[in-house]
């Protein structure tokens, strides 16, 4: 098998490159656009390049074929007598490398059906895929996203792209993956006067206090809206002190809840406010005293938006027991602290599947309020896919 590389400024110049080389039973196996190299032709049109190959035999056939062809050519300069002879020669070998293609087509389709009964009926995905479709579920698995989400993934793109191409398998996977993800949801204020009460639960250190912050600067640096910040969260004396002096900065008032009872208290005493941000304490399921406090204040804030707050290096398993234990909580939306202190987003995919929760803002960041936006789904796709090199 003979493999060759060809270049051209579109499609349809690579391709007739092929054909030049390499006839019609060239086997087209990748077609992709590429920049010429250094700094001046980074910024000019990319050329395509296609990937193709030929059998030898095939390979020595068309050269053979290609000197008759060539000798034909020249003869027909020393004689027009035997141009009949001739033409009926050059007939036959068309018709030869027309029956070699018909013979190809019908080898490569047996080939496709086999690989689409592997893609999509064998149970053991990551090891019986064809070459293109195993990258993709590899680069899934090194962004440590769950093994069953791989496979429904990779079992999508086998449906709706080829084996072949890796360019829209590429773009299958992506949209697949977008798709997954759904649509980012951000905070919605109320339109009929009163306040919006927006209450962030979550695990102990996952970020919320800094993400409460964040969100409260934002409201007032770009909204021009009114802010009042209410803490839960007494167990811990830093976090008190911390939101109290982010409250101070900002110059919005602050309360400190004591008791469920309170929380209703201090929501009726910011009804002036347009929006009230309530921390509350990051407490494990398994302290249950904490957790059926928080399942209390749940029910007593009346929360027009909650939201469960979870670092994006939590693994796997901590992610499932993490959803598991706040099912209580009727709806809400997911945020995801510290991007910047990992490189792979797979727990971001994992707990969106999980949950079946919509994503809404992510941080990458301790400055406050820069480092947090609302959930870009292109770019965490594009990440998720992972590097095709």
Not at 168 to 191: C, F
Not at 261 to 277: F, H, M, Q, S
């Amino acid at each position: 098998m003979k493999i060759k590389r060809y270049i051209g400024k579109d499609t349809q110049e690579a391709l007739l490159k092929v054909k030049m080389d390499l006839g019609n039973n060239a086997i087209i196996l990748n077609t992709k656009k590429v920049r010429q190299k250094g700094f001046k032709k980074y910024f000019t049109k990319p050329m395509i390049e296609i990937m193709a190959a030929i059998d030898d035999d095939n390979s020595k056939s068309r050269d053979r074929q290609l000197t008759k062809i060539e000798q034909i050519q020249q003869d027909s300069t020393n004689s027009k007598n035997i141009l009949p002879q001739k033409e009926e020669m050059v007939t036959g070998l068309e018709n030869k490398v027309n029956n070699i293609e018909n013979l190809l087509d019908k080898i490569l389709n047996i080939v496709g059906t086999e690989n689409k009964g592997n893609e999509t009926g064998s149970e053991e995905t990551g090891s019986q895929l064809p070459q293109v479709f195993q990258l993709l579920y590899n680069n899934l698995l090194k962004n440590e996203v769950d093994e069953d989400i791989a496979k429904r993934i990779i079992e999508e793109v086998a449906k709706k792209s080829s084996s072949r191409n890796i360019h829209d398998a590429t773009i299958v996977m992506q949209s697949t993956i977008a798709a997954m993800l759904g649509k980012a949801e951000p905070i919605h204020l109320r339109e009929d006067g009163k306040p919006t009460v927006i209450l962030f639960v979550g695990p102990t250190g996952v970020g919320k206090t800094t993400t409460l912050a964040k969100l409260a600067a934002s409201f007032i640096l770009s909204s021009n809206k009114k802010v009042g910040m209410i803490t839960a969260d007494t167990y811990r004396i830093a976090a008190v002190e911390q939101l109290k002096t982010y409250a101070e900065i900002l110059g919005i008032p602050i309360s400190v809840a004591y008791s469920v009872p309170e929380i209703t208290n201090e929501i009726d005493n910011y009804g002036d406010k347009d929006v009230i941000l309530v921390d509350t304490a990051g407490c494990s399921y398994r302290d249950k005293q904490k957790f059926d406090e928080l399942k209390n204040l749940v029910s007593v804030s009346n929360a027009d938006n909650i939201f469960l707050v979870l670092s994006s290096t939590v693994s796997s398993k901590n992610c499932k027991d993490i959803i598991k234990n706040y099912d209580f909580i009727p709806n809400y939306r997911l945020i995801f602290t510290k991007l910047d202190e990992t490189p792979v987003y797979g727990s971001i995919l994992n707990t969106k599947c999980y949950a079946n929760k919509s994503l809404s803002y992510i941080t990458n960041g301790q400055n406050v309020p820069d480092d947090i936006e609302i959930a870009n789904i292109d770019r965490l796709s594009k990440n998720l896919l992972g590097s095709l090199s």
